[in-house]
């Protein structure tokens, strides 16, 4: 094919870049509304993006694999949905937290104006609260984790080499992004 095809592969892949950007940014202001913390969004797109990066380190220096399939980029779209999904599952079980360790403590010296962070006596609620979210978030997200990588994992049965190797990355990459969002 004389280079024809990868020459006209990468022009195209260039001019529809925008839509990746388009994409992640109406992710991250999805994320940003519905979390309400701009710290959570931003370590929330650390953690997809170290786990991409960790992911391909395991890919070619654990697993020994030189093949690195175009075709691998796509985790990218797959992790950001996971990743969101559990910053989602984490805030939405933290308020859930919140408000029942708030309601039990309605005659302590908080009020609705006050919050957990203005009071030096409260150190503990926070850690209490975030010790219970934990608990109960990361038994969620691990769950969701350990199905969609073992999805993953079982194409290492295919017969084509570049669905084995998304399988493997994909797979790896979902495991290690629990890891760092836990």
Do not use: Q
Not at 39 to 53: D, E, K, P, Q, Y
Not at 95 to 104: A, D, P
Request: with cysteine.
């Amino acid at each position: 094919d004389m280079g024809i095809k990868n020459a006209l592969f990468d022009e195209c892949l260039l001019s529809d870049a925008w839509l990746l950007g388009l994409g992640g940014r109406c992710v991250l202001i999805s994320m940003w509304l519905y979390t309400s913390s701009f710290f959570v969004t931003i370590n929330t797109v650390i953690a997809i993006v170290l786990s991409l990066g960790m992911s391909y380190f395991i890919y070619v220096m654990i697993f020994k694999l030189k093949f690195f399939p175009f075709m691998n980029l796509l985790v990218l779209i797959v992790i950001v949905g996971i990743g969101s999904d559990d910053a989602f599952i984490f805030m939405k079980i933290w308020h859930c937290v919140y408000m029942e360790r708030f309601r039990k403590n309605m005659n302590s010296p908080l009020t609705p104006s006050s919050s957990f962070a203005s009071d030096p006596e409260s150190r503990d609620s926070i850690v209490a609260v975030m010790s219970k979210t934990l608990e109960h978030a990361s038994l969620s997200m691990l769950v969701t984790s350990l199905t969609t990588a073992a999805a993953f994992y079982a194409s290492y049965e295919s017969s084509i080499t570049a669905v084995r190797c998304f399988g493997i990355f994909a797979g790896t990459t979902v495991m290690v992004n629990y890891l760092l969002m836990i």
